[in-house]
């Protein structure tokens, strides 16, 4: 095996041009798979986070038909209970309203809640570009988006309409943008005591909302937290039954990464094993004489599989780099109008790891068929016909 290594090497050496050439050829599919993977999951992490990431992923609300849900703590206690992969867990109130200003209508849904455990769910505070969060009954955040709409200023009061036709002042204690106009538009963040009084909710609340760890098992989580409450008065969603279309998407970019990922090595193994045939023609010479020397079927076969090797650590290192260096590129200087980067960098050492085990095996099996051909090489008629 190490003579055979050694062989290799050498006629590796001795054509620097080709084996450069055929490094090359494998660095660029190693390149194209990391830097395609890459892509397409950072894109699919910053869809995540702008849609699901600043948002509850798992909710449990009422099937009652005043939609409350009566004895929460208990309920909150065996969602905690359920899963260690819940890291985020906040009750809300809600209720819907009215805004009347001049002419116009506006829907609102009044959010009582805890702001510090809501805000690790939709960091709040850090929305928050004007002003402060409310510290007692009867003050509101409001969005930027319906802020705009209705030209409020700081502690300006508002009044707002309950389903019941009762009216109530709220005062703006500061103004948050989510980057969601359809939440910016509509929510009014305050405390359960306003939402208690206003829709008469008693000690109940409407939902309570949570986080994982991993987004995309959410649906697996929400069964155990299902099973674990076991009450036909609450029931449980997900983010993954909720946003089907998101879903079919992220799974349809998935897909597509990966067939071009296959075809891409393909093409590899293919030049691969196209080369070495030749090489086995080139170098038949050398193999007669060393067969006949003494060198068994089974070391010659093992020189072409260690070329393919070789070559395969070769291009694997460069890919890799390559890859890297294109990721990084793409996210540096594609930018959005802002000066953001259009696709966050996203570097999995898993993915990477896979690739370059995936590229280094492919480029070792592509010598299979030239390693085969070496074995039947009679070194007597080699000689003759040399």
């Known amino acids: 095996m190490k003579l055979s290594f050694k062989i290799a090497a050498r006629f590796l050496k001795s054509t620097k041009g080709q084996t450069a050439l055929i490094a090359l050829g494998i660095a660029v599919g190693v390149s194209v798979q990391i830097f395609i993977g890459s892509l397409i999951q950072g894109l699919q992490k910053s869809l995540v986070n702008k849609t699901i990431g600043s948002s509850s992923q798992i909710t449990v609300s009422s099937t009652s038909s005043d939609r409350l849900i009566g004895n929460y703590q208990d309920i909150v206690d065996k969602v905690k209970n359920s899963d260690e992969r819940i890291k985020n867990v906040s009750m809300v109130s809600d209720g819907p309203a009215l805004i009347k200003n001049d002419s116009k209508t506006y829907s609102v849904l009044l959010r009582g809640m805890n702001i510090n455990d ?55 204690t500061g103004f948050y943008d989510l980057k969601v106009a359809t939440i910016n538009k509509s929510w009014l963040v305050t405390d359960f005591d306003t939402v208690k009084e206003l829709f008469a909710t008693g000690d109940k609340i409407t939902g309570i909302e949570m986080q994982v760890t991993d987004v995309f098992k959410a649906d697996e989580i929400a069964s155990k937290v299902s099973t674990n409450i076991n009450s036909n008065a609450v029931k449980v969603d997900n983010w993954k039954a909720q946003n089907a279309s998101l879903l079919s998407g992220l799974n349809g970019q998935s897909a597509s990464s990966y067939m071009i990922q296959v075809f891409v090595m393909i093409s590899v193994v293919l030049g691969i094993a196209s080369v070495l045939m030749v090489t086995v023609v080139q170098k038949s010479k050398q193999i007669g004489i060393l067969k006949a020397m003494g060198i068994k079927d089974r070391q010659s076969s093992l020189i072409f599989l260690f070329e393919g090797f070789l070559l395969g650590i070769m291009g694997t290192v460069i890919g890799v780099a390559l890859g890297l260096g294109l990721s990084f590129s793409f996210s540096t200087f594609v930018k959005n109008p802002d000066g953001s980067p259009l696709i966050e960098l996203y570097i999995n050492y898993k993915f990477i790891g896979l690739s370059a085990f995936v590229a280094l095996l492919a480029s070792t099996i592509a010598a299979l068929i030239p390693a085969r051909g070496s074995s039947k090489l009679n070194p007597i008629e080699v000689i003759r016909n040399a």
């Open 118 to 172: 809501s805000d690790k769910i939709y960091n709040l505070k850090s929305s928050i570009y004007e002003g402060k969060e409310p510290e007692s009954k009867f003050e509101t955040l409001m969005g930027k988006d319906l802020k705009e709409e209705l030209n409020l200023k700081l502690n300006d009061k508002v009044d707002i309409i309950t389903n019941s036709g009762k009216i109530q002042s709220l005062t703006v």
